[in-house]
């Protein structure tokens, strides 16, 4: 096997050749014949861990703030104010931009239904399904799925779930398509004939490998990015070895953005994704920053990549519970009850901290000890969906989100 | 159609081997079926007494760190803590190279996919660090010794199996009237996860004759049935609901509650005619096609009601089927029967399987499955794996396939086979044309291989 270097160069030289496969491919179509039902855009990131709400957008206001989280970090908030009352973790201070232009925001004091028994495994379940408490161990689809599903018109492209595992946020009857940047093939074109071959007399295999082929070469022109090397290993095997252990690392959240952004700006008004690292028990000062790091690599990457769509788009993180008020005694903080919710997007009212909030003195706190939810994450999701969608308010009420009620309008989509 | 021994490999067994002798006849598969258990004795995997243990040991080493009055204390009990915790990883990895190499070196290949399909069936999986891996002893336990016995068998031992009365919460369900609701002044408690989902996937099958009464009484005959501290089965008669239930129109239980009631309502579910057709059905959907011939379904459905449920006898219903045995029907292979089917075809030894290396079978195996959408043991629900061809090979998971069968099968064996030998190997006598050229055209061992493992003709049953 001679050595080769898969230059940008040379992946775009080969996608020219595969023109003929391309056309055939559903997902990867220039122009879909169909219109999609909306123009706008909204990406879902699942924050997995339990994300601190407290750390990320501090209530350096409260006098209780220094007790429950060290003088030091009440002390050095105020650079880092947002409203007078909240100041952000630095480690989010590279979407201050977004901020400033009214294109972040935050929903405070936010929760699902799910109380008390502090399992990521239930609390992302009921935060994926959407449903009350009392549907845990019964779900079988995701919200975001039962919304598409009440959708007429859903293409196969409409909604894309980006990632190497199924997310419950997505399954369901609706049609959703699913990549994961990671699982990019890298064939020689030698291989990649054969393979269309043997393919070729069976109808599910055949269309499945035009559409992963394609969407491979999407991957991997992204992680080239402008002009650089995809890989500079000697050949197939090493850039497929190369692959799994980047597999292994769960697919960098920028390139994962960026594929959804390439999505997003063709005819998906739909994508998913989650992000890791949030479940905070010790050392939070240095284990936070990293996770929020990838938030806002991912959030960049969305901006940077969608372009004038960034304009149409709404983005919603959202995690499946908050921590405890105060830190712990290793300097981190256990799973809780009320946390945050991060916004972003150009059709976002953002700059500005959403609340009821509740306060943190003690006999404020749920439970004597978490940060007390005042509202619902699917009341916000669903105030998002209701605007940018324009779904009607008992749909969302019953179907997507049953039992939710939504109360007042946030004001959160411009 | 009638049997054929490379079918009956690919199709009923683990996929072809050259050093393994096909079964001549499915009398034979079924004699070797009711043979004594080899692969059991000689890729051993423990009982889930072993997972309760680690749980055990795991959540009292948890209880110390937080309750430790000192530094140096918690931190050794978080030491403690992480070193169970990766114990296990490296026990749950060798659990997985032991459930390969059962099927990459069985002349038995019938009995790994019954224990598959089966397990499937009771699907059950653990949520915290230790239970995730809790699986492979579960069936072990509860689902291997039953796959040649009576179904009601296998219910009762899959129903009453500590690990899945976690899974579907038995073990916290608490009549509303038992003395231990009335102790703690609190009604309700009840939970109906496992009667419902006995009912509409154990058993009856969601199109069955029951209703939500049924589910209601069910759940409350069931209270009782719980897990001890321990981590084993318990029977707690003061967590049952008191008095007697009626589940299908029959009666079950009086004054003082007795597992003995319990139990018979598991037999009576076991071979009711309802349970026999959704058994039938599944079988034949798994292993002959997603859209089984009616008269295929019928026969089994007749041999299991028959039979009082005896599995043997159904399984030979299905394999002296004509239906069994069409050519063009073809199931997708799972990713377990994918990767496993690869590597037996590849003459391997089973130092070849790096059972031991925790990272190496991560890598390797668990990580790809995971792209495949099948992670190894971890249905997403209880309704378990689906079985519809089009959930498999969607573009990302063929994909995952495409990739693995490039890659893996070069880092198991440096020195790989020619690729026309292989693919004689792989396919025996339903190797098709375009794949014998592409095997010969292809410009390494590696993708002829990787080529041969991707086709259609291979990934189908």
């Not at chain 1, 996770?291 to 959030?299: G, N, V």
């Not at chain 2, 199931?331 to 590849?346: E, G």
């Amino acid at each position: 096997m001679s050595s080769t270097k898969l230059t940008r160069r040379r992946l775009l030289g080969r996608s020219l050749a595969l023109g003929c496969s391309l056309a055939a491919s559903p997902l990867m179509a220039p122009v879909t014949m169909a219109s999609a039902p909306w123009d706008n855009r909204l990406v879902v990131i699942i924050l997995r861990g339990g994300m601190d709400g407290l750390d990320v957008v501090r209530p350096y206001g409260a006098a209780e703030f220094a007790d429950l989280r060290g003088a030091d970090v009440a002390a050095s908030a105020g650079k880092d104010d947002l409203d007078g009352y909240f100041a952000l973790n630095p480690a989010l201070n590279g979407l201050r931009l977004l901020w400033q232009a009214g294109e972040l925001g935050f929903a405070h004091a936010v929760s699902t239904p799910y109380r008390d028994k502090r399992s990521h495994f239930d609390g992302q379940d009921i935060l994926e399904a959407g449903t009350g408490q009392d549907s845990l161990g019964r779900i079988r689809d995701g919200w975001l799925n039962r919304m598409l599903q009440v959708v007429p018109g859903i293409e196969a492209n409409t909604a894309f779930a980006i990632g190497r595992s199924d997310m419950l946020l997505t399954r369901g009857s609706a049609p959703v398509a699913n990549w994961s940047p990671d699982a990019a093939l890298v064939l020689s074109p030698q291989a990649h004939l054969l393979m269309e071959h043997v393919m070729h007399e069976d109808p599910l295999f055949r269309d499945a490998t035009v559409e992963a082929i394609a969407l491979s070469q999407s991957s991997l022109e992204i992680a080239a990015g402008e002009d650089g090397y995809v890989y500079e290993t000697g050949d197939m095997q090493n850039a497929m070895q190369d692959n799994m252990r980047e597999a292994r690392r769960g697919g960098r959240p920028e390139n994962i953005a960026r594929f959804a952004a390439e999505q997003l700006r063709k005819d998906t008004r739909i994508a998913a994704f989650s992000l890791n690292g949030f479940d905070t028990h010790a050392r939070q000062n240095r284990a936070l920053p990293r996770a929020l790091r990838d938030l806002e690599a991912a959030t960049t990457a969305l901006r940077d990549g969608l372009g004038d769509v960034w304009g149409k788009t709404a983005v919603v993180a959202m995690t499946e519970f908050g921590r405890t008020a105060k830190l712990n005694g290793t300097g981190g903080t256990d799973h809780g009850t009320g946390g945050v919710m991060v916004l972003a997007g150009g059709a976002l009212n953002g700059g500005k901290v959403v609340a009821d909030w509740p306060g943190l003195k003690e006999v404020e706190l749920y439970k004597r000890r978490d940060l007390m939810p005042t509202r619902d994450v699917r009341a916000h999701v669903g105030w998002i969906m209701r605007h940018l969608f324009g779904l009607d308010q008992r749909v969302l009420e019953t179907s997507v989100f049953p039992g939710m009620e939504m109360g007042h309008d946030p004001g959160l989509i411009l | 159609m009638s049997f054929d021994p490379v079918r009956a490999e690919i199709r009923f067994g683990c996929g072809l081997s050259q050093g393994l002798p096909q079964p001549g006849s499915a009398a034979e598969m079924l004699d070797r079926l009711s043979a004594p258990d080899s692969m059991a004795e000689k890729f051993p995997i423990p009982g889930f007494e072993v997972t309760a243990g680690y749980r055990r040991d795991w959540r009292r080493a948890r209880k110390l760190a937080r309750k430790s009055k000192t530094e140096s204390e918690r931190e050794a009990a978080k030491e403690r803590v992480s070193e169970i915790r990766r114990e296990a990883t490296i026990q749950a990895a060798l659990w997985l190279g032991q459930t390969m190499s059962r099927r990459i070196f069985t002349a038995d290949g019938f009995r790994e996919r019954l224990v598959s399909f089966w397990a499937d069936h009771f699907t059950a999986t653990g949520r915290d660090a230790i239970t995730r891996y809790g699986h492979a002893p579960y069936a072990e336990d509860a689902i291997r010794p039953h796959v040649n016995g009576r179904f009601a068998d296998m219910l009762r031992a899959a129903a009453t199996h500590p690990f899945m009365l976690a899974y579907l919460d038995q073990n916290i369900s608490v009549g509303p009237n038992s003395k231990a609701a009335e102790k703690r002044k609190k009604s309700g408690g009840l939970n109906e996860n496992l009667a419902r989902e006995m009912l509409e996937l154990h058993t009856l099958g969601v199109d069955g004759p029951y209703t939500q009464q049924d589910v209601r009484q069910l759940a409350e005959l069931l209270t009782g049935l719980t897990v001890d501290d321990e981590g084993a089965f318990a029977f707690r008669p003061r967590f049952a609901e008191p008095g007697a239930e009626t589940v299908l129109g029959a009666a079950y239980g009086g004054a003082s509650a007795q597992l003995d009631d319990v139990l018979s309502v598991l037999d009576d579910l076991a071979r009711h005619p309802a349970t026999a057709r959704h058994v039938a059905r599944k079988l034949a959907t798994h292993f002959v096609s997603d859209r089984p011939d009616p008269d295929l379904i019928e026969t089994m459905t007749v041999r299991f009601r028959d039979t009082d449920g005896d599995l043997s006898s159904v399984y030979e219903a299905m394999l002296s089927h004509p239906a069994a045995w069409l050519v063009e029907v073809g199931n997708v292979k799972q990713p377990m029967d994918f990767i496993c089917s690869s590597l037996r075809a590849m003459n391997l030894r089973p130092r070849h399987i790096p059972s031991k290396r925790a990272r190496k079978m991560r890598d390797m195996f668990a990580t790809p499955m995971i792209l495949m959408g099948q992670e190894w043991g971890r249905a997403q629900g209880p309704d378990g794996w689906p079985e519809a061809d089009e959930n498999w090979i969607t573009p990302q998971r063929l994909a995952a396939r495409m990739q693995w069968a490039m890659t893996v099968p070069f880092l198991i064996r440096r020195l790989l086979p020619d690729p026309r030998e292989f693919a004689h190997a792989a396919l025996g006598g339903t190797l098709p044309e375009t794949v014998r050229f592409a095997a010969s055209s292809a410009e390494s061992r590696a993708e002829g291989i990787g080529v041969v493992l991707s086709s259609p003709a291979f990934q189908r049953m």
